[in-house]
């Protein structure tokens, strides 16, 4: 059935152009009546506009808190350009999210009337949409931290606006830090607005040394509110029927719903369009619900359709994730669903691994996301948990990610950038020791720092990658290892979406279609073999068809190898000599790729448990590092493969049980060779592993132990 699902994606396209042509029409005057300039002059904060502008020439650092909605991303930077801060350098506004960044770098373009990329552009991982016109700049906040890398004056820019600081995502929070540095250093030439919707205002004033809070007042309506008397056992499954319900029984007005993921999202939209259309047949009275998925994977054109007015008669459902929250408003919002749950990124320390975890919400983001009812008129938002789940058992605030998070990443770049002392480093919420000792440790074993704790060539290397350093110490690694084109194209397509399409109705068939891929070697090499493949039938969209691969993945993946590639030659050219990272390729000596990748994955190994029949399992691995019970996943090539001992894997994820996802066997004798601070040759030929404790002997050996994590103080 490949014709339909070709079919379905010539009407999908079809249905993006006219959208399109649809978005321009009504940015033309024909949605609201209003003309951009009208339109722009209606939002609350350009009541503002002469005051902000003076706040902002008078003092280097301005706080701004504003309703959602009010105008403060779209608008504060079009009003710096138009008062001359333009002309001095660029002006740039971080958001913590892609989505975000693309969205409203598009917005402003409109309002601009310019295309994106020329005078408004945007920058976020592995993408560049900006050029030498560019003065308003929309970029992720991990962007602009990593450009302070190579210029920690952030010189290229006049004003820095950190939005949605509230949200306080590591990126924010070590960009507060160096900014302020930045802002101290230049002389009145870099200001700095901070904006926050929640009211924590008061703690980012202090911090930028007492500097003037400014409101914008929006406007608002009274939201009321229903909560569920007893707790929904089911979220997804209430949220369907409270969809439903509010739009078979209630007068006009858009239902916005917060769900946490795609996969969540993609359940939820199809099972209404579903339940609707035996709706429709019951009962012709009943008014179209138009149904728009809201997600970060999701394509640009299709996410733009959701600012669209829905036709008279009609009414629509946005279904999005935590990003409507505060970065993206849709007007006429008149009724919010929550089920209160969010997806965040959280640290598990006992595993020492990053996962995705669903978590309930905080009171404050609560209250946000009923305020996104309340801006057309009086709203309605259902919340469905109890009043005293509410009251009682919500946390007040989101903790910062950087209480939360893996630090490795975070202690590199700062590393890289001359800052040492972490100790003393102006963290607004400082993370505790422990979780700073084990980044640094993660470092050390990693031969990122030395046994003073300061950066090692390979580790100055791998702080240029936006990556996390397990992948930029095997992508550095490949150098030696003669297989760089290898290790990237195998990055490559780690960093984007899943590639295999798999359609609910043709799982096994494109079950068997993916085996034909399989390396018996595992999953990286078979990422690599799909990679070439594709690339050997000229980057055809109608192979990825035929074989039950996503064409817009593999799209992503040959632009991140671009990307990364380029990176090497800036990255080359600029060091004049001192840095010759040359590409290569092992042809087929493809053990060269996998001993790269145990040079950086060798914390991720697992060895098959021996001891069959008594209390574990068949097939059951044993991480080297924490003894934990994990499994290869179905979907591996190595699942059905025989005699598979020793492997490493990229991540693992929990469902019912612990898998491995993307695994790749391998040799133990390499744990010894690539990663001797933690193997050691045992007797007869047996894999020691070095206790954690002496792993990192070295490190304490220089300190005493309570002050172990000083070794940040080291100097060079
Ligand atoms: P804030 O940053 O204060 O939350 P924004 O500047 O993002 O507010 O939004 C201001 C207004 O611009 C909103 O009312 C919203 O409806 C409109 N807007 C923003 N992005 C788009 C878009 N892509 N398409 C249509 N309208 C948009
Ligand atoms: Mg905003």
């Not at 020791?433 to 060539?457: H, Q």
Request: proline fraction near 4%.
């Amino acid at each position: 059935n490949l014709e339909k699902q070709q079919e379905n994606e010539a009407i999908e396209e079809k249905a993006v152009i006219e959208w399109k042509k649809q978005s321009k029409f009504e940015s033309y005057g024909i949605k609201s009546k209003l003309s951009i300039q009208e339109q722009r002059e209606s939002l609350p904060v350009y009541q503002s506009r002469g005051e902000l502008l003076k706040a902002v020439r008078e003092n280097d650092f301005v706080v701004i808190v504003g309703e959602t909605g009010s105008g403060k991303t779209t608008q504060i930077t079009q009003y710096l350009a138009e008062d001359g801060f333009a002309n001095r350098g660029i002006i740039a506004c971080t958001q913590p999210r892609r989505v975000a960044a693309i969205s409203v770098a598009k917005r402003v373009a409109d309002e601009v009337n310019c295309k994106v990329g020329d005078e408004v552009g945007y920058t976020i991982r592995f993408e560049d949409c900006t050029g030498p016109n560019t003065k308003i700049k929309y970029m992720t906040d991990g962007m602009l931290e990593r450009e302070a890398l190579v210029d920690p004056l952030m010189s290229r820019y006049s004003v820095i606006m950190l939005d949605e600081a509230h949200e306080r995502t590591i990126a924010t929070d070590i960009l507060f830090a160096l900014l302020k540095d930045a802002v101290a250093k230049r002389k009145g030439t870099l200001k700095v607005i901070v904006t926050s919707a929640t009211l924590d205002s008061t703690k980012f004033s202090q911090y930028f040394n007492n500097c003037p809070v400014f409101h914008i007042k929006g406007r608002t309506f009274p939201v009321k509110i229903y909560y569920t008397k007893t707790p929904e056992l089911d979220y997804i499954e209430a949220t369907i029927d409270t969809v439903i319900d509010v739009h078979v029984n209630n007068p006009d007005g858009d239902i916005l719903v917060f769900l946490t993921g795609r996969e969540e999202i993609e359940t939820c939209c199809e099972t209404i369009i579903e339940k609707m259309s035996i709706l429709y047949k019951s009962d012709p009275n009943i008014k179209e619900l138009i149904v728009l998925p809201i997600y970060s994977a999701m394509p640009s054109e299709m996410q733009s359709r959701i600012f669209d007015k829905a036709p008279p008669g009609k009414r629509k459902v946005v279904i999005a994730t935590n990003i409507a929250e505060t970065s993206i408003t849709i007007d006429g919002i008149l009724y919010v669903i929550d089920p209160g749950f969010v997806k965040v990124n959280a640290y598990d320390p006992k595993r020492s691994m990053d996962s995705l975890i669903i978590q309930p919400i905080s009171k404050a983001q609560a209250d946000q996301r009923s305020g996104r009812a309340g801006r057309t008129g009086p709203g309605v938002c259902y919340r469905l948990y109890t009043k005293n789940a509410y009251l009682k058992e919500m946390s007040l605030n989101t903790k910062p990610e950087i209480l939360r998070q893996n630090l490795s990443h975070t202690i590199l770049m700062l590393k890289a950038m001359g800052i040492n002392d972490i100790l003393k480093f102006q963290f607004m919420d400082k993370p505790n020791e422990d979780s700073i000792l084990k980044a640094l440790e993660e470092l050390y074993i990693l031969e990122a720092l030395d046994e003073d704790g300061l950066l090692t060539e390979v580790g100055r290397l791998m702080a240029h990658f936006p990556m996390e350093p397990k992948l930029s110490k095997t992508l550095i690694k490949s150098f030696e290892f003669g297989c760089s084109y290898e290790v990237i194209e195998i990055i490559s397509m780690l960093s984007v979406p899943d590639v295999f399409f798999r359609p609910r109705d043709k799982r096994e068939l494109a079950d068997k279609m993916k085996q034909r891929f399989d390396d018996y070697n595992g999953d990286h090499l078979t990422l690599l073999k799909i990679y070439r493949k594709w690339e050997n039938n000229g980057f055809s969209k109608d192979w990825c068809t035929d074989n039950f691969i996503n064409e817009k993945s593999m799209r992503k993946a040959k632009n991140v190898k671009k990307q990364l590639i380029k990176l090497l030659d800036t990255l080359n050219g600029k060091s004049k000599g001192k840095i010759n990272l040359v590409l290569s390729s092992c042809d087929n000596k493809f053990d060269q790729t996998r001993k790269a990748f145990v040079s950086g994955f060798f914390e991720n190994c697992a060895k098959k448990s021996t001891n069959h029949g008594r209390n574990d399992e068949d097939g059951v691995f044993k991480t080297l590092s924490d003894n934990l019970s994990v499994y290869i996943h179905p979907s591996s090539a190595l699942f059905k493969i025989p005699g598979v001992e020793y492997v490493i894997y990229h991540t693992l994820v929990l469902t019912n049980r612990e898998y491995m996802h993307y695994t790749t066997k391998i040799d133990p004798v390499w744990l010894i060779e690539y990663a001797s601070k933690v193997f050691r040759r045992a007797n007869e030929g047996e894999l020691g592993i070095n206790k954690k404790r002496e792993r990192i002997q070295p490190l304490y050996n220089k300190f005493d132990t309570n002050e172990s994590w000083r070794l940040s103080r080291g100097r060079r």
